[in-house]
């Protein structure tokens, strides 16, 4: 048997399994669950570590002085962790004993913590907090926007956190937040808030759970009956969404993060199309726009999606092709020949809006557009232009209650947004 020996840095157990939370140190306790560890603490199995110790010292025909010496352990070390006096475990002697007894680390581990005193229980409880918080939220901007107070305390946050998504514990939120949603493709650690924007869309979809099945022949159907609707700045957007949530794919609406730079959403939930809209820009057009990029998505990239979960506009990771969005929408509401009939117009409100009313779209649509295609075609900036003729866009989002960022929980908010798409 090959024992550890030599000079080693004082590990304590305990920073251990802190580190070994966000990354895998031993192959044999890699990823260990704290809350699963932690429950195995208090569980009533049984494990006498000194009457194994004393069978291994009769196998190997040892005295206990000579087995210590030949550990390199001190006596009354090796009977602090056994008892659960230590108060900071030394990881090398741990896996020094564990070895000696031929028990797997991972469970030796628990065999140890099983003997800690209730303190020592509490700092490991206090770590799985702290290290959940900071390797999955951006504590910083989410105080500064309002979700988080700058007087809370490490569990105030983890209760913020585990209430506004619906769960009750760490382990439930990693199981049934996580693994859906990156399952199938590599979570992005660095970006907090996109990944705290993309949970609580999903998160809201889920509690809203749209009943009815998706058709994709309805949803041909009903696109080509859209346009009209944008014209109506307070019921338009909400009619078409009722619409749209009765054959299956459900529009929700969600404040922009500014740090996310994402415009909209798919995503395919349980078989049916899930489309995330933002107050991007702050602009009525720009609704009806990402409307109709996501409805795109839902018709031509279904599969893709369905594969990686979800679909963030502007995104490549997916190998989607944005441009074909782009252009469907621009082309449903205002073709590069239409605008190349009103450019000359554009300076005539009265001949814009009459033109609007014949293609069937709100004026600021066309406004939108025609600044869009000065951009591209000749490099001509429109930017601050025409605005008197866009509508406030909060007129036309305001009965859909989008959500934001002070929510006390997603199901309340969900609640809210369903009773709304289900009223007839």
Request: overall charge neutral; hydrophobic content about 40%.
């Amino acid at each position: 048997m090959k024992f550890i020996k030599g000079n080693h840095p004082r590990i304590s157990i305990y920073s251990y399994l802190i580190c070994n939370i966000t990354r895998g140190i031993s192959p044999k306790i890699r990823y260990m669950n704290i809350d699963n560890l932690l429950d195995s603490i208090f569980s009533d199995e049984q494990f006498n570590v000194e009457d194994v110790f004393n069978k291994k010292l009769l196998e190997y025909n040892l005295s206990k002085t000579k087995a210590l010496k030949l550990l390199n352990i001190d006596k009354d070390v090796f009977n602090d962790i056994l008892n659960g006096t230590a108060k900071q475990p030394n990881l090398i002697q741990v896996v020094k004993i564990a070895e000696f007894l031929g028990v797997e680390l991972s469970n030796f581990i628990k065999i140890v913590l099983k003997n800690q005193n209730s303190e020592n229980i509490r700092a490991i409880e206090r770590a799985r907090k702290a290290t959940f918080i900071v390797r999955n939220f951006d504590v910083k901007a989410l105080t500064k926007l309002g979700f988080f107070d700058s007087n809370d305390s490490t569990d105030d946050l983890v209760t913020k956190v585990l209430n506004y998504f619906g769960y009750s514990t760490i382990n439930q939120f990693e199981e049934e937040l996580d693994e859906p949603l990156y399952s199938r493709v590599k979570k992005n650690h660095s970006d907090k808030m996109k990944d705290f924007w993309v949970k609580s869309a999903y998160q809201t979809f889920k509690v809203i759970n749209n009943p009815n099945d998706y058709n994709r022949e309805k949803l041909k159907d009903l696109i080509v009956k859209i346009k009209p609707y944008s014209q109506d700045v307070k019921k338009g957007l909400l009619t078409v969404c009722r619409a749209l949530y009765n054959i299956g794919v459900t529009v929700i609406f969600q404040n922009y993060l500014t740090t996310t730079q994402v415009r909209g959403a798919t995503f395919i939930i349980g078989g049916r199309p899930c489309i995330v809209i933002t107050d991007f820009n702050k602009n009525y057009p720009t609704l009806w726009f990402t409307l109709l990029h996501e409805l795109n998505h839902v018709l031509f990239d279904y599969d893709t999606i369905e594969n990686n979960s979800y679909h963030l506009s502007d995104d490549t990771d997916l190998f989607l092709i944005e441009d074909q969005a782009n252009e469907f929408a621009r082309n449903f509401f205002l073709s590069e020949e239409k605008f190349q009939y009103i450019k000359t117009y554009i300076n005539n409100p009265y001949l814009v809006s009459k033109f609007a009313s014949e293609i069937e779209v709100h004026p600021s649509i066309v406004y939108s557009f025609f600044t869009w295609y000065q951009k591209e075609l000749y490099g001509k900036n429109y930017h601050a232009a025409f605005r008197e003729f866009y509508p406030d866009y909060k007129d036309a989002i305001s009965k859909l209650n989008p959500i934001s960022w002070n929510e006390v929980s997603i199901k309340e908010a969900s609640e809210k947004i369903k009773s709304v798409l289900e009223l007839n």
